[in-house]
């Protein structure tokens, strides 16, 4: 995809030399002179941003970001004013400009400004792809994130099992996501409809499996950590199985279940009637491609259960990631995109940063939270945290945040 900037100034000296420096940064930048010369180029697929002057003859910047938020009003907008106008500024934060820049302004500083609207674009028109590839799908597309070949084979043999309905053993190491194979399993079948139960095997005797049986009639019961169960559960379930009549039973563990059966602590017989079918989950470290999108989704799912923009992330961050061994799997990812999401993040994913960084984490948080309770009026929120407005919106800037985003 091509990155592009979409540059509105009707003065043709400036229009040339922020071209040229858009250039020489080697992104790629459409001009335009007028509003109405820049409007045909806006569309909810727009892939890049745009830079507009403010003054023009005509419909003003103003204007031009009115229509941009009419046509898409995650597509960022930077607007630029030769006058030291604070009011202005504070116009355009409020009417939903990404960034404000006085012109002239030195060039590092605009294209690091056009830089991170870039990376904030291609974020939003990367989830709404993922969001509707999701959409699209079936519950195994839907829940089981990942472009690798393993992540295609893993929903494949869902699906597999699904069609099946046979019993099944998902063995994969602890937070690598077997129960959730099961909800998968269990929603891709003609038992979609009845319940799906899940159920700690250590938790279980002989009554409380009967009861659990019962509670999935028709359905489908997952036995997560299934070693945990009790000689005489075991034997339980291999009577109730051998009946029939009750539910599917998926049965999940992170131990090799054919040594536990070689070492006498799992009935041989049990085994192989559970062992119908087999889903091996691979290991995050097995499939570092989908650390990136798997990362992206659980960062843009803390966001929305918290009611927070989504931040960019970096690929020095992404890279971090994907070089870890993730020990913890997908639900250790799962935290740091969490604490991430919060402004908490972790230059290692393990380890909170030094003084200046916990002490900036804590600056954000006061930022976010100011925000969202003025329902992102830049005015009430200075006033509220006692700052002069241009040391707010530098503060914005710094944590990559946009008062636009908390309005109400």
């Known amino acids: 995809m091509t990155v592009r900037v979409l540059l509105v ?7 040339e030399a922020l071209g040229q420096t858009l250039e020489l940064a080697e992104l790629d930048p459409t001009v335009a002179g007028s509003f109405v010369a820049a409007k045909d180029h806006l569309t909810p697929a727009f892939d890049g941003v745009v830079v507009s002057d403010i003054r023009m003859p005509g419909r003003d910047g103003f204007h031009l970001l009115d229509y941009v938020r009419e046509t898409d009003t995650e597509l960022p907008v930077i607007l630029l004013t030769g006058e030291a106008d604070i009011p202005m500024a504070v116009r355009a934060m409020s009417a939903g400009a990404y960034d404000f820049l006085e012109k002239p302004c030195a060039p590092q500083e605009f294209i690091t400004v ?27 597309s839907r829940m089981l994130f990942g472009r690798s070949q393993l992540a295609k084979e893993l929903r494949n043999q869902a699906r597999a099992v699904a069609k099946a309905g046979t019993e099944a053993l998902i063995i994969g190491e602890q937070g690598s996501g077997t129960s959730k194979i099961a909800e998968v399993i269990h929603l891709l079948s003609p038992a979609a409809s009845r319940p799906f139960i899940k159920r700690a095997a250590s938790s279980l005797d002989e009554g409380l499996l009967a ?11 997952y036995l997560d950590e299934v070693t945990g169960l009790t000689a005489a559960t075991q034997l339980a379930l291999l009577d109730g199985l051998e009946a029939g009549g009750t539910a599917r039973v998926l049965a999940g563990s992170t131990r090799d279940l054919q040594e536990a059966v070689q070492s006498g602590a799992f009935n041989a017989e049990l085994f192989y009637r559970l062992d119908l079918m087999r889903i091996r989950v691979p290991a995050l470290r097995e499939r570092p491609e989908d650390i990136p999108v798997l990362f992206q989704h659980y960062v843009a799912q803390a966001c929305e259960q918290a009611n927070l923009p989504q931040p960019v992330i970096s690929p020095d961050h992404t890279a971090r990631l994907t070089a870890q061994d993730w020990p913890g ?15 908490l993040d972790e230059d290692d994913g393990r380890t909170v940063g030094g003084l200046v960084a916990q002490m900036a984490q804590v600056e954000r948080s006061l930022l976010v939270a100011a925000l969202q309770r003025h329902g992102g009026r830049v005015t009430d929120v200075a006033k509220d945290l006692q700052l002069p407005r241009k040391t707010f919106y530098d503060k914005l800037n710094k944590y990559g945040l946009r008062a636009g985003d908390f309005r109400n």
């Not at 009861?211 to 019961?221: K, P, S, V, W």
């Not at 799997?329 to 402004?343: D, E, K, P, T, Y």
């Open 114 to 140: 056009v830089t991170r609207a870039l990376k904030a674009r291609a974020l939003v028109l990367e989830n709404r792809r993922l969001k509707s590839e999701l959409e699209a799908g079936d519950a195994a």
């Open 329 to 343: 799997n997908a639900r250790a990812l799962m935290n740091v995109a969490m604490r991430f999401a919060l402004g």
């Open 9 to 15: 100034d009707d003065d043709r000296d400036i229009r």
């Open 211 to 221: 009861a659990a049986l019962a509670d999935a009639m028709g359905g489908t019961l």
